[in-house]
């Protein structure tokens, strides 16, 4: 079975309908909206097996990783909707009237409240926590916006059951059938007319840099231009710093070699740049690390245009003047699988040549050997933003190398110490964002519940009385969430 792409008619009539439910579920409070998103947490639970097994056969991911990211689908539901109700990303702000003022203080309250509906583009890497039900969905729904999901394209039957799932738990919560929407669609033109029309108020997206800037583009220019929040890829720097080197090469290259080939590297945390200075040391960590690739078996990719690309851009890197290979996995590899690989460059042949700073996104990483630390610091302030950097390095390092600290942190929307980037924990406090092209804003992150504030925007009441009041901002503070009153931050009412 396959899926015929929406037509635009279609769009046109579920654009519509997406901006009538709007003007109903932007009033449902914070309970319900949250009610919703753990709604769909239970049914996407109770797709069961069938999902699983959809999901392996669309896209060669084990069944394993599979059922850790459903449970990590689940949790972000949960987690979101927790944040939701307890109103912390509303950010409310109150400062009270001070009538005997000259001239006089008036009463202001501040608030964030939802844009309108937000187109969500599925990812192809994540079928299930970037896609249908993923994070970009539930910080929409949080924010209490309609979701139109275009489904990815390499996963269309997972995606179509993960949003009847979806349109379940929007009827046994009897909300309008429009608060979720799903379309199909390969064709330029389908992405194009969400994009555009008048009632798409924010996109979200994960995926190539081409698509997120394209999108990025297609907003900005219209006659009314809207946030597009797309993360779009990163080659995640690991720098390499002497004194900590010197004392773990070999626990480095250990631990990178798994992190290089994590998921047949389709991560978009993937360290795809390794950069140490020239010496012993960095002959051993080399060495080491090519070692240990040689013995990583060969895995199967997303699909076939990911391995396509993958070889294309790989082939490109590795036929570029001082780039040398170090070492391949010695398995020998099928069609469809990604070979993991390592080569390396000097510095000087890395600052002339933009082939060397594009992500070639599956289990490769290059190795940039420095002179000194003055080019490695050459290196890191030529760098574009990327949506992670690590330090491998001790205390002592770090305090030795300040400008290169200031550097990196400068390109950077996670910085890293002595670990690696792959692996994105959900929580608060997680930034999932990077300075461009890693994304097209980095003050936002599309993980954790801080995404929620993507798909609002602040409004201030002046002068308005308590009953008119949205219930966030009356003085009763029914809802007990956490409010800037007076520049102090409180539950009491007022």
């Given at each position: 079975?396959?899926?015929?792409?929406?037509?635009?008619?279609?769009?046109?009539?579920?654009?519509?309908?997406?901006?009538?439910?709007?003007?109903?579920?932007?009033?449902?409070?914070?309970?319900?909206?949250?009610?919703?998103?753990?709604?769909?947490?239970?049914?996407l639970e109770a797709c069961g097996d069938a999902l699983i097994q959809t999901a392996m056969k669309e896209t060669n991911l084990p069944e394993a990783r599979l059922r850790n990211e459903r449970g990590r689908t689940i949790l972000q539901l949960n987690q979101y909707a927790t944040a939701?109700?307890?109103?912390?990303?509303?950010?409310?702000?109150?400062?009270?009237?001070?009538?005997?003022?000259?001239?006089?203080?008036?009463?202001?309250?501040?608030?964030?409240?939802?844009?309108?509906?937000?187109?969500?583009?599925?990812?192809?890497?994540?079928?299930?926590?970037?896609?249908?039900?993923?994070?970009?969905?539930?910080?929409?729904?949080?924010?209490?916006?309609?979701?139109?999901?275009k489904a990815h394209p390499a996963h269309a039957h997972t995606s179509q059951i993960v949003a009847d799932a979806i349109h379940t738990a929007v009827a046994k919560l009897n909300l309008p059938q429009a608060v979720f929407t799903h379309v199909h669609g390969k064709a330029f033109e389908v992405g194009h007319a969400l994009v555009t029309h008048a009632y798409t108020k924010a996109v979200g997206f994960t995926g190539s840099y081409n698509g997120g800037k394209q999108l990025f583009d297609w907003a900005n220019q219209r006659r009314e231009p809207i946030p597009v929040f797309a993360e779009m890829g990163s080659?995640?720097?690991?720098?390499?710093?002497?004194?900590?080197?010197?004392?773990?090469?070999?626990?480095?290259?250990?631990?990178?070699?798994?992190?290089?080939?994590?998921?047949?590297?389709?991560?978009?945390?993937?360290?795809?740049?390794?950069?140490?200075?020239?010496?012993?040391?960095?002959?051993?960590?080399?060495?080491?690390?090519?070692?240990?690739?040689?013995?990583?078996?060969?895995?199967?990719?997303?699909?076939?245009?990911?391995?396509?690309?993958?070889?294309?851009?790989?082939?490109?890197?590795?036929?570029?003047?001082?780039?040398?290979?170090?070492?391949?996995?010695e398995t020998e590899v099928k069609e469809n699988e990604g070979l993991p690989t390592i080569a390396t460059a000097s510095a000087e042949a890395f600052l002339n040549n933009p082939v060397l700073q594009q992500e070639v996104f599956g289990p490769y990483s290059l190795i940039i050997r420095c002179k000194n630390k003055e080019e490695m610091l050459a290196v890191a302030q030529h760098l574009e933003g990327?949506?992670?950097?690590?330090?491998?390095?001790?205390?002592?390092?770090?305090?030795?190398?300040?400008?290169?600290?200031?550097?990196?942190?400068?390109?950077?929307?996670?910085?890293?110490?002595?670990?690696?980037?792959?692996?994105?924990?959900?929580?608060?406090?997680?930034?999932?964002?990077?300075?461009?092209?890693?994304?097209?804003?980095?003050?936002?992150?599309?993980?954790?519940?801080?995404?929620?504030?993507?798909?609002?925007?602040?409004?201030?009441?002046?002068?308005?009385?308590?009953?008119?009041?949205p219930e966030e901002l009356k003085n009763e503070n029914s809802l007990q969430i956490w409010r800037t009153v007076n520049n102090e931050l409180t539950k009491e009412p007022i």
């Open positions: 079975m396959s899926f015929d792409d929406t037509s635009l008619a279609q769009i046109d009539q579920y654009m519509n309908d997406a901006w009538d439910a709007f003007h109903v579920y932007r009033k449902k409070s914070l309970k319900e909206r949250a009610a919703l998103m753990r709604a769909i947490a239970v049914e939701c109700e307890q109103g912390e990303w509303i950010e409310a702000r109150i400062d009270t009237v001070i009538p005997d003022k000259n001239p006089p203080k008036p009463d202001i309250r501040k608030m964030l409240v939802p844009l309108g509906p937000v187109v969500v583009f599925g990812a192809s890497n994540f079928p299930f926590a970037y896609s249908t039900a993923g994070g970009d969905t539930a910080c929409a729904l949080a924010a209490g916006c309609p979701v139109i999901v080659i995640n720097p690991v720098f390499l710093l002497p004194e900590k080197l010197k004392s773990s090469a070999t626990e480095i290259a250990t631990m990178y070699a798994g992190s290089i080939t994590l998921g047949v590297g389709q991560f978009c945390t993937n360290p795809g740049l390794i950069i140490g200075i020239e010496g012993e040391d960095l002959k051993t960590f080399t060495h080491d690390l090519g070692k240990a690739i040689q013995k990583v078996q060969p895995g199967v990719m997303l699909h076939q245009g990911i391995v396509n690309a993958y070889k294309e851009k790989k082939s490109t890197a590795l036929l570029q003047g001082e780039v040398h290979l170090v070492a391949e996995s990327q949506l992670t950097a690590t330090l491998m390095a001790t205390n002592e390092d770090a305090l030795q190398n300040e400008d290169l600290v200031e550097a990196v942190k400068n390109s950077c929307g996670r910085f890293i110490l002595n670990s690696v980037p792959t692996g994105v924990e959900v929580c608060l406090s997680m930034h999932h964002g990077g300075p461009f092209p890693a994304t097209t804003d980095s003050r936002f992150t599309s993980v954790g519940a801080d995404g929620i504030k993507r798909f609002a925007r602040p409004i201030a009441f002046q002068n308005w009385s308590n009953e008119l009041l």
